[in-house]
C-alpha cells in the first residue's frame, strides 16, 4: 500500500530506531511512545488488522511477541508491560496496517487502566452466548 507510513518503514523509504526484523516481522519504537521502549510489531505486508491476518501469519506470531517483550522489558528496565492491539477507529486504530503496542510499564508511570462497566448477570449470559454462535 503506497500511502500506508508502515509499509514506508518496512520498505526503507522512512527511518525507524528497528529493533527486530525478519522475513515476515518487523519491530520498531513507536515515535509517539506512551513510555520509553514503547514497540510495535507488525507484519511487513500490508494486512489492516486482526481480521485480516493470516493464519500462518498468527501461528507465528506468538513467539516473536514473547522474545520482543522479553527485549523490550529488559532493555526499558520496566516493572511490567503492556500488549495492546486496536482493529478499527473506534477501537483507537490510527495506521491501518495491523500492529501490535508492546509498552514497557512502570510502578510509578501514572498511567491509568480504563474504567470497567456494570451489567446484569442476564445481560452476561446473553452476550456469552451472542459470541458463542459466532465461533
Not at 509517539?32 to 488488522?49: A, D, S
Request: hydrophobic residues 45%; charged residues 25%.
Amino acid at each position: 500500500m503506497t500511502d500506508c507510513i508502515f509499509c514506508k518503514i518496512v520498505a526503507g523509504e522512512i527511518p525507524a530506531d528497528k529493533v527486530y526484523e525478519d522475513e515476515d516481522f518487523l519491530a520498531f519504537l513507536d515515535i509517539h511512545p506512551i513510555n520509553l521502549g514503547h514497540t510495535l510489531l507488525i507484519p511487513k505486508k500490508h494486512y489492516e488488522n486482526l481480521f485480516d491476518l493470516p493464519s500462518d501469519l498468527l501461528e507465528k506470531i506468538g513467539p516473536k511477541i514473547q522474545l520482543i517483550a522479553r527485549a523490550v522489558l529488559v532493555g526499558a528496565g520496566a516493572d511490567a508491560l503492556n500488549l495492546g492491539m486496536n482493529n478499527g477507529a473506534s477501537a483507537g486504530q490510527l495506521v491501518g496496517h495491523a500492529h501490535l503496542h508492546l509498552i514497557p510499564r512502570f510502578d510509578d508511570d501514572g498511567l491509568q487502566h480504563w474504567s470497567a462497566k456494570e451489567f446484569s448477570a442476564e445481560i452476561f449470559k446473553e452476550t456469552a452466548e451472542k459470541i458463542k454462535k459466532g465461533l
